[in-house]
Nanobody
Framework: QVQLVESGGGLVQAGGSLRLSCVAS????????MGWIRQAPGKEREFVAA????????LYGDSVKGRFTISRDDAKNTVYLQMNSLKPDDTAVYYC???????????????WGQGTQVTVSS
């Protein structure tokens, strides 16, 4: 099993920045692929970003390209999401997800955190 714990969410004004963190524990060798998914009230889950440990490749959802940056520190078993130029539409619960093989963009990662709330005021 893998446990994922997110932190860093909060309230920020439009145009501001936040950095989310997700720490993995347990079977961390099963976290080759890690990333972020978000869900806004009344909307379906949306892929945000993912990063692969095996080749360092990154992938972003269209709505966050150029504004968000994902990175990981494998020594700390942690993945980060730097969010800049935040918009009210970015308001959502942000979930960390991990999977040994499956692309996080499928929204079918094996492991999920409890989520952290990000609220962007206009």
């Amino acid at each position: 099993q893998v446990q994922l714990v997110e932190s860093g969410g909060g309230l920020v004004q439009a145009g501001g920045s936040l950095r989310l963190s997700c720490v993995a524990s347990g079977r961390t060798f099963d976290t080759n692929n890690m990333g972020w998914i978000r869900q806004a009230p009344g909307k379906e889950r949306e892929f945000v970003a993912a990063v692969s440990r095996s080749d360092g490749s990154t992938l972003y959802g269209d709505s966050v390209k150029g504004r968000f940056t994902i990175s990981r520190d494998d020594a700390k078993n942690t993945v980060y999401l730097q969010m800049n130029s935040l918009k009210p539409d970015d308001t959502a619960v942000y979930y960390c997800s991990a999977d040994p093989l499956r692309n996080i963009a499928t929204l079918k990662g094996l492991y999920w955190g409890q989520g952290t709330q990000v609220t962007v005021s206009s």
